[in-house]
């Protein structure tokens, strides 16, 4: 099998490695990619938000399969286009990925498939942003209503930087706030069948023991050693087969990656928010315990035939990811600083622990970071303190000037 993934980050990263180690892929490309999906995947340029584009390159590579993997494409209707040139595509129909692209849709979503989540209220005016902050009270928790690479989101106490952050929104959904953890359950479709993967959980602030202001996620592990082991049974039945139905009876199917963000509230379990692809960083930990081959069940998701594939295999392992992230991030990251280290790591840590690129390239000999978050490090242990020992020992064998990661991924839930 011929596979094209679409994206270039540390997610794009785990998906090639995955498929770089499945028998069945013949040919593994990726466009854009980045440094280190070099290893496993032959690079190539092309506009990944031009649907047109993309389904000529994937023609001309013949490629058997197509995987889109950040949200962006997704939203812009690549995945039709792709599908409208006769490849199979994984990933879902532009208004499919509503439910990622507007925060209303998928509450709206929600509300018809009876998916438990927090209550709350689209606004568009001053007078309406003021009367929902006022029904629920602090703290406030502020959403912009499109697409915000995770950043769209405002949690605060502080009412004034909850209204200014509502005011600079065109539409946003207000919303009641969720105690408890998080977790993030991801599930492959084919629009009718749904296979879900194994939980994560994702530490979305950028400083340790959860300060700082929110990011795409600056690390993740798996297993969840505090979680009901019947999770995974309550939420296909509470929110992902939910879902997945209501939006084929709207006759717009779902077919690709549902993730559904939770909180394991007092009250339940609720749907924070839902994205339509494989999410970062929480990928690159249940991939490496994947021990499925990836390909086929792609493939089945794409051609609708997911009910052909068996449940999924899982390793015993545990795995933890840190994301090295560049100075500055998430605001204006600093790029074009100078990575070393990566050969030590390769070299003194593999294969338990290993390096995926987020935002670097090639710069002559040298790998040189192109993005807020840099590198994805990854291992895996036989319980999560191993994992995160390794994980740790490999980041601190690594130098970007400037860089900062977060100390205390999986700390708690390892016992450390
Ligand atoms: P989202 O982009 O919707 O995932 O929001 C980003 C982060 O904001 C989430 O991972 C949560 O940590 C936090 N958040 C979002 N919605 C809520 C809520 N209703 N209550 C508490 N925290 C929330
Ligand atoms: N880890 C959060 C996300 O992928 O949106």
Redesign the pocket.
Known sequence: MKVLVIGGGAREHALCRSLSLDPDVTALHCAPGNAGIADVAELHQVDAQDGAAVARLAAGLEADLVVIGPEAPLVAGVADAVRAAGIPCFGPSKEAAELEGS?AFAKDVMAAAGVPT?RSYVCTTPAEIDEALDAFGA?Y?V?DDGL?A?K??V?TSDIEQARAHALSCDRVVI?????GP?VSLFAITDGTTVLPLTPAQ?F??ALDDDEGP?TGGMGAYSPLPWADPKLVDEVMATVLQPTVDELRRRGTPFSGLLYA?L?ITSRGV?V??FNARFGDPETQVVLARLKTPLASVLLNAANGTLDAEPPLNWRDDAAVTVVVASHNYPGTPRTGDLITGLDEVAELDAPHAYVLHAGTRRDGDAIVSAGGRVLSVTATGEDLAQARDRAYAAVGRIRLDGSQHRTDIARKAAGQ
């Open positions: 925060k927090a703290p928790v959403k915000a995770g769209g989101v949690v919303e009641e706030y969720l105690d998080e994702d979305k602030r929110n963000g909180a609720r924070i928010e």
